[in-house]
């Protein structure tokens, strides 16, 4: 039995088991313990990563427990509740999850949690962490709900901007979106690259900003009219299926402008919806978190780690590491906090304290996610901002560059 | 001057495309006076059913098209038997609840059996287009619009010319009347399910030929809504005028107004077209006009 297939009998069969978990009290297992609320999505739109991701940030716990939270004789107890990606579920298990859990942090997967949390945490006083980038309509001072990685319109900048150094020459780099209307974030990604070209106009000239279906019929004539603007770069921040039919219109027009994708449709998923990673030769991967690339990197050992020690069985790709790096940089606030309030009588609200009080270093996130301060003004770090780019160099993901400053992106 | 023909021609090769999925809400409605919601559900189905049968089982184009086509017409034969049989006879509300209903069930099935993943789908046409001159012409729509046209020439002279498709049409008329006529109403129910099914595959392989296949690929059955509304829900003929209308101004709306406004106005037009036409003629362009006696 394969992996996808061992996990995907998996994550069927977790939703139900779920709720006879419901039931089991939770297990004390050193002097303190407290509890983290996993919101998990094993049977919507994300079923298909929810494993990888679940066991990926579960493994990232259990490793602390058996490092720092042993040394600190405090316990992380976690739970996964399934919300199928859907706000309303979120809404309506919140009230149970509080009761019974009592968590001092809750660690969030998407959109949906933030919809339907957004206006509660700050009353009962709970932080959520995510593993994504954020939004830029979600970019509010005194946020309870985090990222550890800036927008995904900061992540685009950055990327175009080294594309630039990397050209060379004073003239503006060419580029293109190609976004859509079928979600409010997928217009937030566009508006805020387009307001960041609009202001530096010596750095980035936009040919055109396309906005088209989740599922496209056909790009070939928007991707000419691309490719006859001069288009040295298209931003897809969006879905694979986008990809693969911005790949096939430029495939068809003979136009060879590189693509920069995400985490969540990044070149593993959009090779293999293409039927294979090699048609994705010189394109690119961009975020502010570490590549999941076959170099040996702190990361990488890391991920070796806890497959060797802490039962991770999730292979290594993007979405692995998206978890990993969500549970690192929970567990290193979770840790600030015990540390300046002591292992007893810990609480959502110093988390959220500890948060703000100190960074949480690259050093403590395995090289994962860069340096991160947090402050109160934004949900995610506003400074020391980095993306990792990959790409695709004889059919293999490849680390391209990393630690790319991201430019400063005003507020949209 | 040539890329804006070029851009005339891609729209009406995509508004054929959607001619043909939208043959499939005709086919049905004229069987049985059914709205079928789930028309571009059966679009996803047998795109599965395509991919199945050519990247998993590994069968090759020329075995796996008219195998995927027959199974496709067997989950249409097995919708109606499971679905829509035991309600012959009952209001038409009735079945078009079932269809709705249907279209929640297939989404489920298909992420059940399938699940999320966005998967590759065999390329069935040729990638490279077709250039004549300076204009290029992607061949999946190129032939997708043979197709879309010969279906339509074929389907309209089996409605209009045949016995059988005259009786299919008594069928949608009044059930309890064509059957006591001697007409098999089960039977005319499910060859038109088994129609529409084929012919949403079909348009799934024109579609998706290529592209990746998820089930947000059902999302083209909303698309094909405004061209089936658009030409009336009666006539199949009707339909290609009406993917043309649609497909060439929603293009030209795509190429040339949405980068001076900077939206999507193209995913918009077709649906503005259809309802300017409906307050003007509530039966659609070629829809039947009927007179009910009191």
New interface residues.
């Given amino acids: 039995m394969t992996y996808k297939t061992r996990h995907g009998l998996r994550g069927l069969l977790a939703a139900g088991a779920m709720a006879l978990a419901a039931t089991i009290p939770l297990k004390a297992q050193a002097e303190t313990t407290y509890n983290l609320a996993l919101l998990s999505d094993f049977s919507g739109p994300y079923a298909d990563i929810m494993p990888a991701l679940a066991s990926s940030r579960e493994a990232v716990f259990d490793w602390w427990n058996a490092t720092s939270g042993q040394k600190l004789g405090v316990t992380l107890n976690y739970k996964n509740y399934e919300t199928r990606y859907d706000a309303a579920q979120v809404a309506s298990l919140w009230p149970g999850i509080k009761s019974e859990l009592d968590p001092i942090a809750v660690v969030g997967l998407g959109g949906p949690d933030v919809a339907a949390l957004s206006e509660r945490l700050p009353e009962d006083k709970i932080p959520m962490f995510m593993a994504t980038a954020a939004y830029g309509y979600a970019w509010q001072s005194d946020a309870w709900i985090f990222n550890p990685r800036p927008t995904y319109s900061h992540e685009s900048a950055g990327f175009l901007s080294w594309m630039r150094e990397q050209r060379g020459g004073d003239e503006p780099l060419k580029v293109a979106i190609l976004a859509s209307e079928a979600s409010p974030a997928y217009v937030d990604m566009a508006k805020g690259l387009e307001l960041y070209a609009e202001e530096h106009p010596e750095e980035l000239d936009l040919v055109e900003i396309i906005y088209t279906e989740v599922q496209p019929t056909d790009l070939t004539a928007q991707m000419r009219r691309v490719a006859r603007a001069g288009a040295e770069a298209l931003i897809v921040q969006t879905n694979t299926s986008i990809v693969v039919a911005a790949k096939r219109g430029l495939q068809a027009n003979g136009a060879d402008i590189p693509i920069m994708m995400s985490s969540h449709n990044g070149l593993p998923a959009s090779g293999s919806a293409l039927g294979g990673l090699d048609q994705l030769e010189g394109d690119y991967e961009a975020y502010g978190m570490a590549v999941a690339a076959d170099e040996d990197t702190p990361a990488r050992q890391f991920y070796e780690t806890l497959a060797a020690d802490y039962g991770l069985e999730a292979p290594w790709n993007v979405v692995t590491a998206m978890g990993i790096s969500q549970g690192l940089y929970t567990v290193a606030v979770i840790g600030h906090a015990i540390e300046e309030n002591g292992a007893e009588g810990l609480t959502g609200e110093k988390v959220r304290e500890a948060l703000f009080a100190q960074p949480i270093t690259a050093e403590e996130t395995q090289g994962f996610l860069p340096t991160l301060t947090f402050t109160p003004d934004a949900p995610f770090p506003l400074k020391g901002l980095q993306v990792n780019v990959g790409t695709v160099k004889d059919g293999k993901i490849t680390i391209e560059a990393t630690g790319v400053d991201v430019p400063d992106v005003k507020k949209w | 001057m040539v890329?804006f023909i070029?851009?005339i021609i891609?729209g009406a090769l995509?508004g054929l495309?959607y001619a043909l999925v939208a043959m499939g809400f005709v086919v049905i409605y004229r069987a049985s006076k059914v709205f079928n919601f789930a028309q571009g559900e059966l679009v996803i189905i047998g795109g599965f059913i395509v991919w199945f049968t050519t990247m998993q089982v590994g069968l090759s184009l020329w075995l796996s098209i008219p195998l995927s086509l027959v199974l496709a017409g067997l989950v249409g034969y097995a919708i109606e038997r499971i679905f829509l049989t035991k309600l012959i006879g009952e209001s038409v509300f009735s079945m078009v609840m079932v269809t709705v209903g249907l279209l929640i069930l297939l989404r489920g099935l298909v992420?059940l059996l399938f699940?999320?993943?966005?998967?590759?789908f065999p390329i069935i046409f040729p990638?490279?287009?077709l250039f004549l001159g300076d204009m290029?012409i992607?061949m999946?729509?190129l032939i997708g619009g043979i197709i879309t046209v010969v279906a339509a020439v074929g389907l309209s002279w089996f409605f209009n010319r045949t016995r059988s498709g005259l009786r299919m049409t008594a069928v949608a008329e009044d059930h309890v009347v064509a059957s006591s006529m001697g007409i098999s109403v089960k039977g005319s129910i499910a060859f038109a399910w088994i129609l529409g099914s084929i012919l949403s595959t079909i348009g799934a392989m024109i579609?998706l030929s290529?592209?990746?296949l998820?089930f947000?690929?059902s999302?083209?059955g909303f698309?094909a809504l405004p061209v089936a509304l658009f030409a009336g829900l009666e006539s199949i003929g009707g339909l290609i005028l009406a993917g043309v209308i649609i497909g060439v101004a929603q293009?030209l709306t795509?190429?040339y107004l949405?980068?001076m406004i900077?939206?999507?106005l193209?995913?918009v037009v077709p649906y503005i077209i259809m309802l300017a036409i409906l307050l003007v003629r509530p039966t659609g362009l070629f829809g039947w006009r009927t007179i009910e006696r009191v």
């Fill in positions: 890329y070029n851009d891609t995509i495309l992420l699940g999320p993943a966005v998967r590759p990638l490279k287009p290029l992607p999946n729509l579609f290529g592209k990746s998820t947000l690929a999302d083209i698309a293009s795509t190429n949405d980068p900077g939206g999507s193209g995913s």
